[in-house]
């Protein structure tokens, strides 16, 4: 085996604006919800052959700036606003929406989350995005405003039944008396398992929570446990394991796998180098900055790789004195953690 690649600190750039541990609510919900919770649903379409004088009646009735453009139910190009000015400009309005429309589709997968999005808007500066399926059917369109819309609408959800679990949950290392306590969660990842992908990591950081972690530092765990689990799902050739030990003072997480291994760990660490095959690619995901993203988050990181044999990867934050859990005796530990 490899000697491991020991990572310490938070260096580089920030995953967002700020660094990890002062990520917002707002950065939260672009990992936690879906396309499909704030995409539009109804949309309306236009084939190549139609005249623009056409679809300019469209845009203004149904008030969006574009459309996509389908022929024989496959989506083959987007007409926008700007696509039809041009044509007023050139006074072309009879030409076909073919002669205007862009064929550089830039899409998004319907289970995609919604950072996924939010990346492609800002890379490719375009106002609205194609959603589609796992076959590549369109199934939606959604906007830089859906997706505004849709984390206002998750910001004004009744958190009442949430508070009381977490309130339950944020005694349990009070309960248990013990040298020392853990809390070992568990959970198993299927490989190419685009669909529930960011599930065990949702579910993680929602046990944090109730457990009494600060928002902030559950979602700091929250980002690099997400893309430890996507990394598993992308390049692992059977799943994985993905394991979580919580104790008042540290977080461990590790990933391991019996997948094909790393050629070069080193190459692996830096930012947009991928091996992702073309179907991670279609969902939006293989743009090589996970374990950059995985490295901001914690404290340490530490990665195995044998190539052939498979990958472990693991993950450390030490907590504050102010993020601790509440234990009632914290001795020096002397016995092995309880699973749950």
């Known amino acids: 085996m490899t000697e491991p690649v020991d990572l310490h600190g938070?260096?580089?750039?920030?995953?967002?604006?700020?660094?990890?541990?002062?990520?917002?609510?707002?950065?939260?919900l672009s990992y936690d919800l879906k396309v499909n919770d704030t995409m539009t649903s109804e949309v309306r379409s236009v084939n190549p052959g139609q005249p623009l004088s056409s679809v300019l009646s469209i845009l203004r009735t149904g008030r969006i700036s574009g459309v996509p453009v389908q022929e024989n139910d496959k989506l083959v190009g987007v007409l926008s606003i700007e696509d039809i000015v041009r044509a007023m400009q050139e006074n072309d309005m009879a030409a076909p929406v073919s002669a205007y429309m862009s064929t550089k589709l830039v899409t998004v997968n319907i289970y995609d989350p919604v950072v996924k999005a939010i990346e492609s808007f800002s890379e490719y500066r375009v106002g609205r995005l194609p959603v589609v399926d796992e076959d590549g059917r369109l199934v939606g369109i959604i906007t830089k405003g859906d997706i505004t819309r849709g984390i206002l609408t998750a910001l004004q959800k009744d958190y009442k039944v949430e508070e009381l679990r977490r309130y339950r949950a944020s005694h349990l290392f009070d309960d248990i008396t013990s040298d020392r306590t853990s809390l070992i969660l568990r959970y198993n990842i299927k490989a190419r398992d685009f669909k529930n992908g960011g599930q065990a990591s949702s579910h993680i950081k929602r046990a944090l929570l109730r457990l009494g972690a600060s928002p902030q530092l559950a979602r700091q765990c929250?980002?690099?446990?997400?893309?430890?689990?996507?990394?598993?799902?992308?390049?692992?050739?059977?799943?994985?394991?993905?394991?979580?030990?919580?104790?008042?003072?540290?977080?461990?997480?590790?990933?391991?796998?019996?997948?094909?291994?790393?050629?070069?760990?080193?190459?692996?660490?830096?930012?947009?180098?991928?091996?992702?095959?073309?179907?991670?690619?279609?969902?939006?995901?293989?743009?090589?900055m996970g374990l950059v993203n995985i490295k901001r988050c914690v404290d340490r990181m530490e990665l195995e790789s044998t190539l052939g044999k498979g990958t472990r990867l693991l993950m450390e934050i030490n907590l504050k004195d102010s993020e601790r859990f509440r234990e009632n005796d914290q001795t020096e530990p002397s016995h092995t953690p309880k699973e749950a």
């Open 10 to 28: 938070r260096a580089g750039r920030p995953i967002t604006d700020r660094d990890a541990r002062e990520i917002s609510r707002v950065e939260e």
């Open 222 to 288: 929250g980002i690099a446990i997400y893309e430890a689990e996507i990394n598993l799902i992308i390049h692992s050739t059977n799943g994985g394991i993905m394991r979580v030990q919580i104790e008042p003072e540290r977080i461990l997480m590790q990933t391991t796998d019996t997948g094909p291994g790393i050629a070069d760990v080193k190459l692996a660490l830096q930012a947009g180098w991928s091996t992702a095959n073309q179907e991670a690619r279609d969902f939006g995901f293989g743009a090589g």
